[in-house]
C-alpha cells in the first residue's frame, strides 16, 4: 500500500465546490476532486447554534502537494474561518501512482 492525502472542506454553494475543484485539478494540486452532494451542517458560530447547507469537496493529492492545495483552498475560501481537513490514508500503490502522476506533470 501507499500513502496519499484526502483533503477536505465544506462550503456554501455548490457554484463554489466546482470552482474549488476546478482550480485545484487544473494546478495540479490535485489529481481529482469529488463534489458530494449538499449536506446540512449544524454547529456554533459568534455564541449561537446554526444549521446551513453546504456542499462538501474532497480533493485527493500527493503528501508533498498537500501544502499548496491547502493554500489554495485558503486562498479562495468564502468563510471566515476556512475548514479544511487532511487525512493521509493507504491506498494501492496504482492509484498511488496515478495521483503522483497527475499531481508532478
Given at each position: ?20 475543484a ?15 452532494g449538499?449536506?446540512d ?7 449561537r ?5 453546504e456542499?462538501?469537496?474532497q ?11 491547502v493554500g ?12 479544511i ?17 497527475q499531481t508532478?506533470?
Amino acid at each position: 500500500m501507499e500513502e496519499i492525502c484526502v483533503v477536505t472542506t465544506v462550503v456554501d454553494e455548490r457554484s463554489v465546490a466546482g470552482g474549488l475543484a476546478d482550480a485545484a485539478v487544473a494546478a495540479h494540486l490535485a489529481a481529482c476532486a469529488q463534489v458530494g452532494g449538499q449536506v446540512d451542517s449544524t454547529y456554533w458560530w459568534q455564541q449561537r447554534v446554526e444549521t446551513n447547507s453546504e456542499w462538501s469537496v474532497q480533493f485527493k493529492t500527493a503528501p508533498d502537494r498537500v501544502g499548496a492545495l491547502v493554500g489554495q483552498i485558503r486562498a479562495n475560501y468564502p468563510y471566515d474561518v476556512p475548514e479544511i481537513l487532511v487525512n493521509r490514508v493507504e491506498s494501492n500503490p496504482d492509484y498511488a501512482a496515478w495521483i503522483h502522476e497527475q499531481t508532478h506533470p
